[in-house]
């Protein structure tokens, strides 16, 4: 059973999407000991012993993350399918470079597809967040 499967059936957890099942499409974008992966990829014995956060643990007290709040009111959301991936690999992209230009973050994004977006008010978001998350 991969990763994403037990993420999914065993715990529940179902922001971390399903798409191609093959690592091509970023969609189901997790973090295991603090780098992001594709958790397809990985089999969910692999996981054990080691820490793994969804993007359910990004908000804490009833509050978002600034990444989420960005991807709102920077209307980055369409469908929402790829959503928690794209802020998922923004994330790992913000934890390790505070003021990122607009290429890296694109670079950062481009295991990352939308089908909805031409990816501009993504772009737009997490530049935002980066912006929210330096003050």
Known sequence: MTLLDFLREELGLKGTKKGCDSGQCGACTIFMDGKA???CLVLAVQAAG???MT???LSSDGRLHPLQEAFV???AVQCGFCTPGMIMSAKALLDEKKEPSEEEIR???SGNLCRCTGYVKIVKA????ASLMRT
């Open 37 to 39: 992966v594709n958790a």
């Open 126 to 129: 997490v530049r935002k967040a």
């Open 55 to 57: 993007i359910e643990a």
């Open 73 to 75: 009111e920077e209307g």
């Open 107 to 109: 670079k950062a994004l």
């Open 50 to 52: 080691r820490e793994v």
